[in-house]
């Protein structure tokens, strides 16, 4: 197998990421912190941004970046 093969998509998988302002100032720079959730590969582009602001609401952060990132594995490899 390689070049010229039939490729197949053997899974995918969400992530939801979301970078949140923790409040703290360091150098005139503000401390940001990234935290990765794996989520099911059927959730929404909507369900995911709806559950960063569900999560944001039992923290004191502010949310500054929502990200949900999809993975896809390839296959086959020899």
Do not use: C, F
């Amino acid at each position: 197998m390689g070049v010229g093969s039939t490729v197949q998509n053997l899974s995918k998988e969400k992530r939801l990421q979301i970078v949140w302002d923790t409040g703290e100032i360091v150098d005139s720079e503000s401390v940001l912190y990234r935290q990765s959730i794996s989520v099911e590969s059927a959730i929404t582009e909507q369900e995911a941004y709806d559950a960063a602001y569900n999560l944001a609401s039992l923290t004191d952060y502010s949310v500054v970046e929502i990200r949900l990132i999809t993975t896809d594995s390839l296959g086959p490899i020899d």
